[in-house]
């Protein structure tokens, strides 16, 4: 089993910038996708951005291409989400999550919130 640690959320002005961290342990040679989702207040969870972990080849929903980047460090066992010119709607919990192969995210970080203010 895979486990997962989000760090690096907190409060941030709109057009500033954070950078969100997982750390992965455990079986991390089952990974086969890790992605970042966010859920709002009073909204669904929603998918942010994900990377293949062997390819590299990343994706990203249409709210935030552009402006956020996900990257993988496979030797560190992590991926990371450097979100810039922030606005006040990407205020959520962002959660990291890892799939093991197929369309099934199975398991989950506890989550960072991440404020931003206008």
């Known amino acids: 089993q895979v486990q997962l640690v989000e760090s690096g959320g907190g409060l941030v002005q709109a057009g500033g910038s954070l950078r969100l961290s997982c750390a992965a342990s455990g079986r991390t040679f089952s990974l086969y996708r890790l992605g970042w989702f966010r859920q709002a207040p009073g909204k669904d969870r929603e998918f942010v951005s994900a990377?293949?972990?062997?390819?590299?080849?990343?994706y990203y929903s249409e709210s935030v291409k552009g402006r956020f980047t996900i990257s993988r460090d496979n030797a560190e066992n992590s991926v990371y989400l450097q979100m810039n010119s922030l606005k006040p709607e990407d205020t959520a919990v962002y959660y990291c999550?890892?799939?093991?192969?197929?369309?099934?995210?199975?398991?989950w970080g506890l989550g960072t919130q991440v404020t931003v203010s206008s």
């Open positions: 990377v293949f972990w062997r390819g590299g080849e990343t």
């Open positions: 999550a890892s799939n093991s192969g197929g369309s099934i995210w199975d398991t």
